[in-house]
T-cell receptor, first 112, second 113 residues
Framework: ETGVTQSPTHLIKTRGQQVTLRCSSQSGHNTVSWYQQALGQGPQFIFQYYREEENGRGNFPPRFSGLQFPNYSSELNVNALELDDSALYLC???????????FGPGTRLTVT | GQNIDQPTEMTATEGAIVQINCTYQTSGFNGLFWYQQHAGEAPTFLSYNVLDGLEEKGRFSSFLSRSKGYSYLLLKELQMKDSASYLCAVREIMNTGFQKLVFGTGTRLLVSP
């Protein structure tokens, strides 16, 4: 157990809909990163938040957006869902930007 | 850009030793991580190398050669529960100071009795 929690565990959405995924960081961690992991692939970096500000972004379109709150919990929002968005979404928290990351259990998103 | 290569799949026998290789090409290298991931679960941290050499942690060891862009994860005394995917991840630091993990596609290890 890493102390990082995510909700919901599973989610089924229809193409074109919007979705919000949530992550609660380990206590004392001020950095959260989000990853998308398609079946049989490694996690792909979406973006990172540090002290409520976006700190860096991977090659994902603007319809992927996020927030980090004062308590360092975080949200990932995806608009205009596409079939290819079906994946396991992982969040990972760390004590600071340069430290090792601790992963949550993930949210399995299926887009039909 | 970045490129991380590791074998797709490996098989081994319970009690044996297996070495999983990872080669990488990246700019702004700032460390290499190995994670274990069981099917349907989150990756769990196994090891971290930032300097050349071997890091040992119980049955698991990880080696890094920065000049060769090469790492391996060594698993000894294999157990059935070691059947999982093993992810090699490179931490890249950008000129802005931002750091991110770049993952390989993972090596699926099957341990048989």
């Amino acid at each position: 157990e890493t102390g990082v929690t995510q909700s919901p565990t599973h989610l089924i959405k229809t193409r074109g809909q919007q979705v919000t995924l949530r992550c609660s960081s380990q206590s004392g961690h001020n950095t959260v990163s989000w990853y998308q992991q398609a079946l049989g692939q490694g996690p792909q970096f979406i973006f990172q938040y540090y002290r409520e500000e976006e700190n860096g972004r991977g090659n994902f379109p603007p319809r992927f957006s996020g927030l980090q709150f004062p308590n360092y919990s975080s949200e990932l929002n995806v608009n205009a869902l596409e079939l290819d968005d079906s994946a396991l979404y992982l969040c990972a928290s760390s004590p600071d930007r340069a430290h090792e990351q601790y992963f949550g259990p993930g949210t399995r998103l299926t887009v039909t | 850009g970045q490129n991380i290569d590791q074998p797709t799949e490996m098989t081994a026998t319970e009690g044996a030793i297996v070495q999983i290789n990872c080669t990488y090409q990246t700019s702004g290298f700032n460390g290499l991580f190995w994670y274990q991931q069981h099917a349907g679960e989150a990756p769990t941290f196994l090891s971290y190398n930032v300097l050349d050499g071997l890091e040992e942690k119980g049955r698991f060891s990880s080696f890094l050669s920065r000049s060769k862009g090469y790492s391996y994860l060594l698993l000894k005394e294999l157990q059935m529960k070691d059947s999982a995917s093993y992810l090699c991840a490179v931490r890249e630091i950008m000129n802005t100071g931002f750091q991110k993990l770049v993952f390989g596609t993972g090596t699926r290890l099957l341990v048989s009795p």
